[in-house]
């Protein structure tokens, strides 16, 4: 479900131009919703949430409190005697500013916390970089398996093209494609989890979504949300979540996640990629991400010898012996 930034004001034009405006940037995590009256606020609300709703200063603050909204932002139009509790924005000022200043006053709740708070069994765990070519999809399935000699381990791997079907040598008849659809119908079980699950070496997987464009058309949010009720179910331990391109609006993926597992490369470059990611994290207010991430200097992928040898090579290669430490340092930590 996407965020929704709802604007009222007495004058519905200042509403409409800003909600045209706002949504034409494409680095904001709402979808700006303008309402001509006070009526339409409160049906749409009843419908879906509102995360943020500004509302012009001569809005009857009474009649807002039928307003399902989880943060509420006076548009005042003077300067003078605005509230210093970060809940009053300037109204006459360009609306970059007054974007920046919403997203200052947003209060940002991780979505880990709300998930601990109704029950979630599954720690989540994720893998993403930067980087490209960076072993981060090797070190998924090694780590999968190395941990399913202890625990129940579920991989889902959110690459366009992971190639997982040449790798473990097996025509899926079922994938992550399938749980999407179920999912969007609202006909998502653990029964339908089952009918698409894939075992190696004793780590459950979900084959990855058969066309790139099954994961182009949905919504970080979707997915999160997606992954929630699997965690939910509680039939798995450790959920890994293999992550492709973050340019769709992955960020709640990462929210949901306990620990991010960063492999890392040291030429300049990559180098470059990470601080590019860091300031982004920092500018978009989710530096509280970083505090997640954990980075990997993984070992050098040797030559492959026989594709359908290549991940029992890793396995009982240094990959595999990386990776065993690093399970049990995890375990003493714990």
Known sequence: MKRILGV???DPFYAER?????????RIPFTVVAFTSLSKVQAFSEKQPIEILLVGNQVDKEQLKEVKAGQILELSESREGMNLDNSTIYKYQSSDAVLREVMACYQIQPVQNALMAVGIKSMVIGVYSPINRCGKTSFSMIFGQV???ECHVLLISLEEHSALSRLTGTMYMGSLSDLIYYYRQGEYSSMRLGSVIYNWGGMDY???AVYAEDLAEIQGEELAGLITKIALDGGYDRIIVDMGNLGRGMEPLLEMCQVIYTPIKEDCVSSAKME???DYL???KRSYLWEKVKLLKLPRLGAVCQTETYLEQLLWGEMGDFV?????GQNREH
Do not use: C, I
């Open 8 to 10: 009222y004001d007495a």
């Open 18 to 26: 800003f909600a045209e405006f706002a949504n034409q940037k494409e």
């Open 147 to 149: 941990m399913a000699k």
């Open 206 to 208: 979900v084959p990855p």
């Open 276 to 278: 590019s990611w860091k």
């Open 282 to 284: 920092e500018k978009s």
């Open 324 to 328: 065993r430490n690093l399970w049990k």
